[in-house]
């Protein structure tokens, strides 16, 4: 089955304590995303790959980090997380290096809270 | 001003009643517009693309107006399954983003 997967699916932390949400997809896809879901703001993307060893910040990328290496994986890394990252996080992909211009897949979301 | 906003909602309307969403978004220079489906804590999925001619799929009817810069989305002879936030999202401001609206929520009813 194509799907995007995500985990863990829920989380609560500790601020300060390093933390990793993984992502994976079975499409091939070369475009992957991260996107965090906070009431009143929607989404809003944070980082981006067009492919693998390339990726660009988006609109939110403070106090993340990401990295592609693969191109099945695109993990998204919080160093030192802080109370104001608490949210819902997507990965999404999508097929081509024009990937903003085609039909984002989303993966099931983590939601993730950082005491 | 938001790059793309839309009306929160929620739209509250009757099972077979028509309704419409519009969005507007800032970026004059974006080429790709489309409509998601998000229902409750669940990730968004596809509704469908927009196109500059417009395009139709089964009850949903999507527009664009580039001259004023909306998209807008038609629903008709609303089902109860058709409740769920409407996000419009479009590309840009650097090509290879995504914007997302802040999503309208409809709520069919009986």
Redesign the interface.
């Known amino acids: 089955e194509a799907q995007v997967t995500q985990n863990p699916r829920y989380l609560i932390t500790v601020t300060g304590k390093k933390l990793t949400v993984t992502c994976s997809q079975n499409m091939n896809h070369e ?1 992957m ?1 991260w ?1 965090r879901q906070d009431p ?6 944070i980082y ?1 790959s ?1 492919n693998v060893e390339v990726t ?1 910040k ?2 939110v990328p403070e106090g993340y980090k990401v990295s592609r290496k693969e191109k099945r994986n695109f993990p998204l890394i919080l160093e030192s997380p802080s109370p104001n990252q608490t949210s819902l996080y ?1 990965c999404a992909s999508s097929g081509n290096r ?7 897949f ?4 983590t939601r993730l809270t950082v005491l | 001003r938001k790059e793309v906003e839309q009306d929160p909602g929620p739209f509250n309307v009757p099972e077979g009643a028509t309704v419409a969403f519009n969005c507007t978004y800032s970026n004059s220079a974006s ?2 517009f ?1 409509w ?1 489906r998000q229902d409750c ?6 509704l469908m ?1 927009v196109y500059s001619s417009g395009n139709e799929d089964g009850r949903f009817t999507a527009q664009l107006n580039r001259a004023s810069q909306y998209i807008s989305l038609l629903i008709r002879d609303s089902k109860l399954s058709d409740s769920a936030t409407y ?1 419009c999202v479009v ?1 840009g401001p650097a ?9 309208t929520r409809l709520m069919v009813k009986p």
Not at chain 1, 40 to 45: A, D, E, S
Not at chain 2, 41 to 46: A, G, H, T
């Open positions: 475009y995303s996107y009143g703001l929607g989404l809003r993307q981006y067009m660009d988006g609109d997507f024009r990937g903003s211009y085609n039909e984002q989303f993966g099931p979301g | 080429q790709s489309f998601y804590r669940k990730e968004p999925k596809l693309s996000l590309n090509g290879n983003m995504l914007t997302f609206g802040g999503g």
